[in-house]
């Protein structure tokens, strides 16, 4: 069950309005790593976790939060527009250097949603649920959470660094400092599941049906040694089963590929010095009478 509270989590009030940053706001809302995915990709984690309750219980948590968060960035981008000097920003995005950097407010704002958030992001690409991860194996989607809280602390820290608006900039330090807690939440939560699993997922798969001799061999596929000095090259791998090896020159291990040609009806290109496939007409499409 969830229930609203009027109250926003953290305050949402801009000094004073501006269309143009609204329109850059959108993308910590319905971006690849806004508000939105992350607040989705949470819940759904939680609904479908059939691990420990623990974690369950953790994902519903934090899902729900970003729906506050959802709500204060909406809240934002709306006072932002609230009496905006609109002719006064498409005019000065009239000049060719200007228009070039802000592009203008979102005509969007205007047109669809009357001085409104969308569920967008800040070039008006719709929000959409492939931005979303929850495959029921949770160090898998804890990885990925830390790397959409990663992504997102880091959009929002660069959003904070263009503006100069006082209001503006502490709801975006709020934001930032979840962030801080959410990606040190997520290691903790990795680490913990490492403890009692292996490193590798999904670490339920017996690792004698892997092909072991490359298993743990970083291979040069460019030109340069440099990647021969990281940490990834040599000494244990991370999860404690072997060790790396750096393979300088990897060489092919496969077949040189030969297709069959392709049956007459699939009408492919002939292939010079074979003669062509008999025709059946059995499985040509007949015109309708």
């Known amino acids: 069950m969830f229930y609203h509270i009027k109250e926003l989590q953290y305050n949402a009030k801009p000094e004073k309005p501006d269309p143009v940053y609204a329109k850059k706001l959108q993308e910590i809302l319905g971006g690849q790593f806004g508000e939105m995915s992350v607040m989705i990709q949470y819940l759904f984690q939680g609904w479908n ?13 934090i899902g729900t939060e970003e729906i506050a968060h959802v709500e204060m960035i909406a809240t934002m981008i709306a006072q932002l527009l609230d009496g905006a000097p609109v002719q006064d920003q498409e005019e000065a995005a009239k000049n060719p250097i200007i228009h070039s950097v802000l592009g203008g407010m979102n005509p969007q704002h205007v047109i669809v949603s009357g001085l409104g958030a969308t569920p967008t992001d800040s070039t008006g690409y719709p929000w959409n649920s492939r931005y979303t991860i929850a495959s029921g194996n949770m160090l898998a ?17 660069r959003l904070y660094e263009s503006t100069t608006d006082p209001g503006v900039r502490d709801m975006l330090s709020f934001l930032i400092a979840r962030d801080t807690m959410h990606q040190n939440q997520w290691m903790a939560a990795i680490e913990e599941l490492e403890q009692n699993q292996k ?23 460019s030109r340069g040694e440099e ?11 991370m999860d404690g089963q072997a060790n790396f090896e750096y393979d300088g020159s990897p060489k092919a291990m496969g077949q040189i590929p030969s297709l069959s040609q392709a049956p007459a009806y699939i009408h492919d290109s002939p292939i010079p010095g074979t003669p062509p496939p008999s025709v059946d007409k059995a499985n040509f499409s007949q015109p309708n009478q």
Request: overall charge negative; charged content about 25%; glycine content about 6%.
């Open 49 to 61: 976790c059939r691990g420990e309750q623990k974690y369950r219980d953790m994902l519903l948590d």
């Open 227 to 237: 990647s021969s000095q990281g940490r990834w090259a040599s000494g244990p791998s």
């Open 141 to 157: 989607d804890f990885r990925a959470n830390l790397n959409a809280e990663s992504q997102g602390r880091l959009q929002v820290v």
């Open 199 to 221: 490193a590798i997922v999904p670490s339920t798969f017996p690792q004698d049906l892997e092909k072991q001799e490359v298993s743990y061999s970083f291979m040069n596929f």
